[in-house]
């Protein structure tokens, strides 16, 4: 039977010594404290999660693929310096019946070494001729008490992430009823001026080519989820007076594979603020080459936090739901953000 070390992979991205990498992962090409393309980490560990998960599996299945189904809460706990190396572990924690959870930490080396993030990704083996079928994996073998209370940490750590989940489903509360009729109320008065969230909003489209294929005739995850970033980070300028900063990544859901051919159309939306922090939530809609069929691909919600060129937190305005559409995404930020807020350790 396999170990979780033995399913263990690493990375270093040489931010210190390699100039070209360093500038890849710039957002600008100026000296500021958290310039880093957090996007594009996302898709780095998309790809480690991905390779560690599919290693395991077809060491059983030499015909297996593997998918992610979600990624669990991703809180940062440190601001990341672009001009110092990341290393990036990943191993796989849990084997269910198909899934594997694959713990994912990142951190700056040193001694002692900065915690960046860490998180677990579900990954899902499938195989067969159209790679839709699942592949049963047998368990881990766990030598000794490390490993196991880190698979036992993993699980109730899902097991928490559903519950979260399940609970943003729960209809309004008393003091939740209040909040929301207060925002309602104050746009009622003849000088209301303040920012109606069906204004924040940005999307955008594109087809997806061979350039964005991982596996054959499957669009790589992390490459979408990148892009939902990247245009979530723009949505939330929206309302930031400073500059906003990823804080933490609430969820990232996987619902349907995107193919080779398809339209993505991506929507990203400022769903509900408090204090400095600015939730956004992320749709990605696949429309088929042909366009007879459309779903939901990934859903993702977003947190960033507003602050000045020394990374103190700044204030950004409040934002008023106005539809009960408004009104079920406001309420389902504002439940996440305070489920999650007790956790935020940036800056």
Request: with cysteine.
């Amino acid at each position: 039977m396999t170990t979780p070390v033995e399913t263990s992979l690493h990375r270093t991205l040489p931010l210190t010594d390699d100039l070209k990498a360093r500038r890849r992962y710039m957002v600008v090409d100026e000296p500021v404290a958290g310039n880093f393309r957090f996007g594009l980490l996302l898709e780095d560990l998309d790809i480690m999660a991905e390779q560690a998960a599919l290693g395991y599996a077809r060491s059983i299945h030499p015909d297996a693929k593997v998918v992610t189904a979600a990624i669990d809460n991703i809180i940062v706990r440190h601001v990341v310096d672009i001009d110092r190396d990341i290393q990036i572990d990943a191993r796989i924690n849990q084997v269910g019946r198909s899934s594997m959870v694959v713990g994912m930490r990142v951190e700056h080396a040193g001694n002692p070494p900065t915690h960046i993030a860490s998180c677990y990704f579900t990954m899902v083996a499938r195989g067969g001729e159209a790679a839709e079928e699942s592949r049963v994996l047998p368990p881990l073998e766990y030598r000794d008490e490390l490993e196991q209370r880190r698979a036992e940490k993993a699980l109730k750590e899902r097991e928490l992430y559903r519950q979260q989940q399940a609970a943003l489903k729960e209809p309004p509360s008393r003091e939740e009823y209040e909040l929301l009729q207060r925002l309602h109320l104050a746009q009622d008065d003849p000088g209301f001026s303040g920012l109606k969230a069906d204004r924040l909003v940005v999307d955008a489209w594109e087809r997806m080519y061979p350039e964005q294929e991982y596996v054959p005739h499957r669009i790589f995850g992390g490459y979408i989820i990148r892009r939902a970033y990247e245009l979530s980070s723009i949505c939330a300028e929206l309302v930031a007076p400073n500059r906003p900063i990823i804080a933490a990544v609430n969820r990232i859901n996987f619902f349907h594979p995107v193919r080779l051919g398809d339209k993505l159309h991506y929507t990203c939306r400022v769903v509900y603020t408090d204090e400095s922090f600015i939730c956004v939530e992320a749709g990605i809609e696949r429309v088929s080459r042909d366009r007879t069929s459309k779903a939901l691909s990934n859903s993702c919600l977003f947190t960033f936090v507003n602050v000045d060129s020394d990374l103190r937190h700044q204030p950004v305005p409040p934002i008023y739901p106005t539809t009960y559409a408004e009104d079920a995404r406001y309420l389902a930020a504002h439940r996440s953000h305070r489920a999650m807020a007790g956790h935020y350790a940036l800056i």
